[in-house]
């Protein structure tokens, strides 16, 4: 199933988002909904708190006052931790609950305001932000429900940042219009991207990539993308995965690259590979199973030094290339040369980029970017080979060391 994580900050307009994607057909898990159901009356949770925050926290029937405890935890981040160590893990087991009683190609939302503040992002394929500017969400609160400005802003406080929401989001539905402006792009998230995504998923395959090579300006959000999607390869096969490098061209500030993120995930050995196989497909990243070795380069001739494993996103909005390599092989260790070597000489950088602008234009009007690839590999022997080892050299050069 594809699991999306939706959150927003308080007045951004996610419950109207949350709303329209069960309309058009998602498993919607209510992260609000469930945390009232977690401290009814009898429940362990409900227990807790008055544990930690005493009988005053009840109304005259024995429920929960809430409006007294927002009062006591907002605007006190002790007091709030406290009642989110209580309240979180009795959300997150009911969520798990639901989730796992959804069909295979069913698309799973779960509703969590504070998903960013808890550190959720890697448990799901997308993270879905509802955004919307702080002064538009204060106005919403003061006009909408009564509340004064500094209540309004302790509320606001209380969680992350706009700009931490923003890090953390695969996507970004924009509240600061009107509401009929919202829908229109929930509709447009669900058809374009949510739908083919889950069916991609639930059938093992990658997303289709058509056209030529397009090259761009190197993007400073591609470091940010890489990082989320290392924390959920690595999330998705503990203990399997040594580590995970961003590398190839989007991993070079000033390179112009193909809006492609590769990803080296370093395993132990190819056992290890295959076993980490079906986690990393589960996660949105199935194997593409004719692709399992490198080029051999003129340092290690032995085509068993440059064997690897190769999966791709199945997410059609975000291409993306993981490279499951052994740590120390050949291949491995050219990766990692190759990316270090571009980003340390700028003349380097310079040569590349122009081979990359060459080849692009020669190879635009393909229908994919294969004959790019294979038209590139040559000068990774010929010309990128001896000007990088020269350069290890000369540096002093090694790769990062993992213990297995």
Known sequence: MLKIGLTGG??????????RLKERGAVLVDADALAREVVEPGTDGLEHIVAEFGDGMLDDGGRLDRARLAAAVFGHPERLAALNAIVHPLVRAR??????????DDVVVQDIPLLVETGQGAAFHLVV?????????????????????EAAQARMDAQATRAERLAAADAVLDNAGTVADLLDQVDRLWD??????ARNLAAGKRASRPGGPVLVQHRADWAQQAARIAARLAAAAPGLILAVDHIGSTAVPGLPAKDVIDLQVTVPD?????????????AGFPAV??????????????????????????????????????????????????RDWLRDDPSALRLYAAHKAGLAARHAGSGTTGSYAEAKEPWFTDVAWPLMAAWADAHGWEPPSYAS
């Open 10 to 19: 308080i007045a951004s307009g996610k419950s109207v988002v949350a709303a």
């Open 95 to 104: 969520a798990a609950a639901i989730t796992a009683a959804a069909s295979d």
């Open 129 to 149: 932000v509802v955004d919307a500017p702080d002064d538009i969400r204060l106005q919403r609160m003061v006009e909408h429900r009564g509340m004064t400005v």
């Open 192 to 197: 374009d991207r949510l739908v083919p995504f």
């Open 270 to 282: 190819l056992e290890t590979a295959a076993e980490a196989a079906p986690l990393l497909a589960a």
């Open 289 to 338: 199973r004719d692709v399992e070795a490198d080029t051999p380069k003129p340092n290690a001739p032995d085509p068993a030094a440059w064997l690897k494993r190769f999966h791709a996103n199945a997410d059609p909005c975000r291409a993306v290339n993981i490279h499951v390599r052994v740590a120390g092989s050949a291949g491995w260790r050219y990766a990692l040369m190759f």
